[in-house]
């Protein structure tokens, strides 16, 4: 059940992850999956995110079908109200409230993201969460296709699928270039909070540049391109686009050819299913609904498609691994790479 690791254990819990969009949390109570434990999350009349255990320790029912009491929670089956720090503070049969508290979980929103922190809390640090403005959350940005998808399937395929990005040409053969991700390798940088892998091929315009920069900005000839991959932690990856370094003919890049970034959120529902947080953030035409929607419909084809060639594996997933060994190639070394780290992680926990 642990493929691919080692030990009895899958999901690194000291991490931040996120929980949800910031949009899906309101004043109505709602409950989502988080590492194996069912979390209620709610606002409060300030607006601030509470996260918390969503059973009640009476009977353990869904407190997400109870009712929200100024910043508390109250279960609806019988009545067990819980402060927003967890605190039991009225038990209405006897009138009282309990020397007990509910976990509850740290909850840090910033920007679109709200992230949660369900390790211990001794090495809980807000300072831990991926820096937004390196993948594009802030002043100067715009982003699109807020989603999160539902996969069934362990977290670490879809890790592997996005530190691997020669699948490209078959799995999104739609995408323009993409076989030029069979050919060139890509080499790793290491940054005080990610793992970068860069690619650099010579290209011309094409299909995909119209897309994403409009056709009135073409050029004659070939241009230097880049390609990025950041690997935060088992809770985030970043994807570039198209990066346009040097055009032929130009002494300089025009802004017109911005960045755009695929990001990737990546929380563990269970030790098989995945919330997969889908959305793009660009430096160019921010104010551009057109090419909102045009991201968002390919975000989503693209993204899918990785999804069903995941859940496609992950079915037979442990009955193949225990019978065959994986045959790697030389284009599954950072992926490797990036297992190890996720390992050490798992390993330095379960001392």
Known sequence: MTYPFTGDRSMVRNRWYIAAFSHEIGREPMERTLLGIP????????????????LCPHRYF???????????I??????????????????????????????????????????????????????????HEDFGIGDGWAHASLVRLPMKGRYQLLVDNLMDLTHLPY????????????????????????????????????????????????????????????????????????????????????????????????????ATSTH?????????????????RLLDAMDIEVRQQDIDAIEAIEVRIDVASAVQRELLAKSDIHAMKVRHRIQAMLDAEAI
């Not at 402060?83 to 049969?93: E, L, W, Y």
């Not at 508290?101 to 992230?115: A, N």
């Not at 997969?276 to 909102?292: A, G, I, K, V």
């Open 171 to 270: 799995i999104h053969h739609q995408i323009d270039g993409g076989d030029a991700f069979k050919r060139t390798p890509m080499v790793a940088v290491e940054r005080s909070h990610s793992y970068q892998l860069r690619r650099s091929v010579k290209t011309e315009w094409s299909g995909f540049f119209d897309l994403l920069f409009g056709p009135q900005h073409r050029f004659d000839g070939s241009c230097e391109m880049e390609s990025v991959t950041d690997f935060y932690g088992p809770e985030l990856i970043r994807t570039s686009g198209p990066i346009i370094s040097a055009v032929e003919g130009f002494a300089e890049v025009s802004e017109a050819l911005g960045h755009v970034y695929f990001v990737h959120g990546i929380t563990p529902e269970t």
């Open 74 to 131: 109250v279960c609806g089956y019988h009545g067990f109200t819980f402060a927003a720090d967890g605190k039991c503070t009225r038990i209405p049969s006897q009138e009282t409230g309990a020397d007990f508290c509910q976990p509850s979980y740290p909850v840090v929103e910033h920007g679109p993201l709200c992230w949660i922190w369900m390790g211990e809390p001794g090495k809980c640090d807000p300072a831990l969460i991926p820096p």
């Open 39 to 54: 979390v209620v999350m709610y606002r409060t009349q300030a607006g601030a995110p509470v996260a918390m255990y969503g």
């Open 276 to 292: 997969y947080w889908s959305f793009t953030t660009r430096n160019h035409r921010l104010d551009d609904e057109q090419l909102d």
């Open 62 to 72: 869904p407190l997400a079908q109870g009712r929200l009491d100024g910043d508390a």
